[in-house]
Each structure stands twice: as C-alpha cells, then as structure tokens.
C-alpha cells in the first residue's frame, strides 16, 4: 500500500531481537542471516491483539485506517495475519475480498490492503512468509471458500523495496493510478497483480 515512514520502537522485545540478528539498517546487499535460535511464525488477528496490529499499521503506513478497516480485518479469517520474530510482533498482512459484480458463478478477487514488516527485520524471510500465507490460501480453493481469481494491490510508484518484493512473487504492473494518494509524495500507485486462474 505505503511508504515506511519512520524507524519503529514500538517493542522492547523487537528491540532486543534486533541487535542479536545484527545490522539493523543494512542495505539489501548485506543479507541477514537468521540462527537456529530465531523463529518466524504467524498468528490470527483477535480483538485482543487488534490493538498490535493498529500500532503496526501507524508505524509501516503514512495512511490512518478507519475503525471499518479493523472491524473488517476481525473478519477475513486467514488473509489478515500477525508475523512474529521470536515472540515479537514485528509484521502483518491484511486483505479483504471484492466479488466481482455480474460474474454467474460469482469470481472474487483478492485485495492486499497492507503487507508490512518493521524496518529492523526486513530481508528476513517474513515479508515471504505473509505473501505466501495468502498465496496458499487463496489458491487451494473449498467448497465454502472458492478459489480467488487475483490478487492485487496498490503500490505507491516510487516504493522500489516492494515493487522487488512483488515482482520476486509473479506480480506485474498492469496500471497506474494517478494521484491515487492524497496526502503523500509522489500521489501515484502502480497497480500490481498476479493472476491466479489461468485464461481469464
Ligand atoms: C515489502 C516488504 C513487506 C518486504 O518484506 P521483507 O520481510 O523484507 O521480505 P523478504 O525478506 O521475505 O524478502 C523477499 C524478497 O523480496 C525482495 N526484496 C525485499 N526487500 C528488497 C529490497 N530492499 N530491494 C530489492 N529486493 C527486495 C527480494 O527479492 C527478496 O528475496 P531474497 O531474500 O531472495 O533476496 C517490506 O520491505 C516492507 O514492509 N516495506 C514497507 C511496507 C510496504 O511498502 N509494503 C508494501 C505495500 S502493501
């Protein structure tokens, strides 16, 4: 969706984490190595720890979401997701789906409203393990829950970082939206998607 806007201190814990796995501002060529003590895992977002997500959402987005948006996320079961480094919460998915009006039998896509992961702990593999979360989901179709057709989302186009995460996973730019931003800079969003049911 965004643009990171500033370094996180929202937990002590994540802190700490920090300086075991070393170079907390490194740039994408120095690769950080995880050891056998580190432990990424994912876990649901409940109205108790609604509150976390919120937190994380105002440190990775410069955009403020409306309560609608977490009472929304309470909803969508596996595609909104807390990721954990050790036991810190230091990223999340959210997504919400979009039937597709008029379609016999009904299509739906899949709308990545925010992926994000706190600065220190990029290029660890979480980013990796909340995309492919939802790409797993989306893809292994129930009879309750039909596959998704898509998945797309809007990236701001200047966001180079997640235009590479995306691109790594099968994403292609198939618009821009100008001025889709109100209040930040540049205003333009790339439309990114990823087909997920061949010949539509
Ligand atoms: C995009 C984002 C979620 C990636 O998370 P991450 O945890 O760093 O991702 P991973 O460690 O799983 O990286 C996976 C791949 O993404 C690509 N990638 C990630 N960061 C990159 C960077 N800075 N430059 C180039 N490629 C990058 C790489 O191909 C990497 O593969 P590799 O490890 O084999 O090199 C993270 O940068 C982020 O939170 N950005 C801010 C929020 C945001 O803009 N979200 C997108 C809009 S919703």
Aim: glycine share 8%; proline share 6%; aromatic share 8%.
């Amino acid at each position: 969706m965004g643009v990171p806007t500033k370094e996180p201190t929202i937990e002590t814990k994540a802190v700490e984490d920090t300086k075991s796995i070393g170079n907390t501002n490194s740039p994408k060529t120095k690769k950080k190595r995880l050891t056998t003590t580190h432990r990424i895992s994912l876990g649901d977002v409940t109205p108790n720890n609604l509150g976390q997500l919120k937190r994380l959402n105002s440190v990775l987005f410069p955009v403020n979401y409306s309560e609608k948006f977490y009472k929304d996320v309470l909803e969508v079961g596996e595609f909104a997701k807390l990721a954990y480094f050790n036991d810190a919460c230091v990223g999340a998915v959210c997504c919400r789906k979009e039937p597709i009006q008029g379609t016999i039998p009904e299509q739906t896509k899949l709308y990545i409203m925010t992926l994000g992961v706190l600065a220190p702990y990029r290029n660890l593999g979480l980013g990796t393990t909340l995309l492919t979360h939802i790409l797993h989901h989306a893809t292994c179709g129930t009879p309750t829950a039909p596959k998704f057709i898509e998945i797309f989302l809007h990236v701001q186009t200047s966001n180079e970082e997640a235009l590479a995460f995306y691109q790594k996973y099968g994403f292609e730019i198939i618009g821009t939206v100008e001025g889709y931003y109100k209040k930040i800079t540049p205003p333009d969003a790339y439309i990114l998607s990823k087909k997920l049911v061949k010949n539509i």
